[in-house]
T-cell receptor
């Protein structure tokens, strides 16, 4: 497995501000993803964080709102920009560990964001 | 497009009862991967199992067992002799390629009462 940490673990932010969430993995991974979990809902993929190139966003998510960086194979950031109360969610990063006979996908502990 | 359906939104049982969580999926790919995750009240997502589409063997791990049936596109999860610590939301998810993004079902909340 992988040890994944996220910072901050939670935050309360004012509308109109931005928050950057960090995801750190204890080993080099090829694939990293960012998901959102709105209150009482399931998880929805925001984007795939690509190392050395722009992130790949899912339908309904745009780079201006959720800019992502992936400077190396162990670290990524997600920024939630110009926040509104609708952005109140848990944001989770996930990584893929892939071997010759295995493939697992693990999640970080999440960042619980409340926008007031 | 892929889709995962967990028809049961909430299940309530008394401790020591068995509980089965249903998961039905849709995909056009012949190779795909199915997952189950547990999300306890603390919020973290705990990996439980991953299944390849070409391996239909059922699996048992302690009190957990999984029944994969390609013919009905289902990947059901059973907790035997449930315990209060099993109370959580359980998510079924699908990936159409190794290392690819996950599509999640809506989740099933399991409440185990003492």
């Amino acid at each position: 497995s992988a040890v994944i940490s996220q910072k901050p673990s939670r935050d309360i932010c004012q509308r109109g501000t931005s928050l950057t969430i960090q995801c750190q993995v204890d080993s080099q991974v090829t694939m990293m993803f960012w998901y959102r979990q709105q209150p009482g809902q399931s998880l929805t993929l925001i984007a795939t964080a690509n190392q050395g190139s722009e992130a790949t966003y899912e339908s309904g998510f745009v780079i201006d709102k959720f800019p992502i960086s992936r400077p190396n194979l162990t670290f990524s950031t997600l920024t939630v920009s110009n926040m509104s109360p609708e952005d109140s969610s848990i944001y989770l990063c996930s990584v893929v560990l892939q071997g010759p006979l295995s493939y697992e996908q693990y999640f970080g502990p999440g960042t619980r964001l409340t926008v007031t | 497009a892929q889709k995962v359906t967990q028809a049961q939104t909430e299940i309530s049982v008394v401790e020591k009862e068995d509980v089965t969580l249903d998961c039905v999926y849709e995909t056009r790919d012949t190779t795909y991967y199915l997952f189950w995750y547990k999300q306890p009240p603390s919020g973290e997502l705990v990996f439980l199992i991953r299944r390849n589409s070409f391996d239909e063997q059922n699996e048992i791990s302690g009190r957990y067992s999984w029944n994969f049936q390609k013919s009905t596109s289902s990947f059901n999860f059973t907790i035997t002799a449930s315990q209060v610590v099993d109370s959580a939301v359980y998510f079924c998810a699908l990936s159409e390629a190794a290392g690819n993004k996950l599509t999640f079902g809506g989740g099933t909340r399991v409440l185990v009462k003492p």
